[in-house]
């Protein structure tokens, strides 16, 4: 029997890289479109870079969409690229627009095209549920999204159900809550503290600036919540999922924790900065995971604690490694 292949958008990224992972371990053929561009960085699959093919392809052309699967024939699509930080959707609402909605409608019109067959799984987030309107929050729960790329992930996730009931494809959302880990971007929230302590610590910086301290999220490990992807394209039929912990901690917990780990106080380095308040808040955010337990076998492993402790020990390393920046003298 002939190893399956999946294709997976935004591989360079966090979720990326740890389905890229687990999908090897799983004997597949991993394939992985990266975007054309100068600027692309590898480090998250590097140890892996040998083992998987790297191919051109962008959500912002269908062309490319099409010419991607009919060169390489997944057999599973995982739909992981977007423009996914939050805050850059307020200032970038029409590129977000195009990249993380209508790029699910090329991609899934590709398929539709070349081969109906393929499993397609789409990263919805639990950023549509954005305004809550009951807690927890289930796949019935009504969706509310709070900024461009809330509602840019909506249209996602509906254009998915869409195809999936148009055109009888095997097309499936998982609603994640927020995952993290140590392969997080720097400009998220937890990442931002777990460096930021790091950089306190080795006496590189005095201070880290956050902005609602009491905004509320659904934190797991994205190395858990990767393996649920891989669930839901082996069930008999489609559906969505809320993929999440259960628990909800707020911003201050995650400060508290982390700066601990340090053995610091964090009350002598934080500073609330309204510069990264956003313009609608999304103040509380937990999922109820009780259908994933119980239809695809998942759990999450990974406790918040343990988490953040993993963040913090990995950027206290990092940083530990990494010269410290140059000042430029002047002469005198």
Do not use: C
């Amino acid at each position: 029997m002939s190893r399956r292949r999946a294709l997976i958008t935004g591989i360079t990224g966090q979720d990326g890289s740890y389905l890229a992972e687990f999908l090897l371990a799983k004997g597949y053929e991993v394939i992985g479109m990266v975007r054309r561009s100068s600027t692309v960085n590898f480090e998250r699959i590097a140890h892996i870079q040998d083992e998987v093919t790297l191919v051109s392809g962008d959500l912002l052309d269908g062309g490319s969409m099409i010419g991607v699967i009919t060169e390489h024939r997944p057999h599973e699509v995982y739909n992981l690229a977007a423009q996914s930080f939050v805050q850059t959707s307020f200032g970038q609402p029409v590129l977000t627009g195009d990249v993380t909605a209508l790029g699910v409608t090329r991609l899934l019109e590709a398929i539709r095209v070349v081969d109906p067959d393929i499993r397609f799984y789409q990263a919805s987030s639990s950023e549509m549920f954005g305004k809550v309107v009951e807690v927890p929050q289930t796949e019935r729960t009504p969706f509310y999204p709070r900024s461009p790329y809330g509602v840019a992930k909506l249209y996602g996730h509906w254009i998915t159900v869409n195809y999936r009931e148009s055109y009888d494809l095997f097309a499936t959302s998982g609603i994640l809550f927020n995952h993290e880990s140590p392969r997080r971007g720097l400009e998220f929230v937890t990442r931002k503290v777990s460096y930021g302590v790091a950089q306190i610590k080795h006496g590189r910086a005095t201070e880290v600036r956050l902005g609602n301290l009491d905004a509320r999220r659904d934190w797991g490990f994205a190395g858990d919540y990767v393996e649920a992807m891989w669930h839901m394209l082996q069930l008999d039929e489609p559906g969505d999922f809320v993929v999440s912990t259960g628990e909800t901690h707020s911003v201050r917990e995650l400060v508290e924790v982390a700066f601990a780990r340090a053995g610091l106080d964090w009350q002598d380095f934080v500073k609330v900065d309204e510069r990264f308040y956003r313009p609608a808040e999304v103040d509380l955010l937990i999922g109820d995971p009780a259908l994933a337990r119980a239809t695809l076998g998942w759990e999450n492993r990974t406790s918040f604690v343990e988490l953040v402790h993993l963040m913090v020990d990995a950027d206290l390393e990092l940083v530990a490694g990494t010269p410290p920046r140059r000042r430029n003298r002047t002469a005198g």
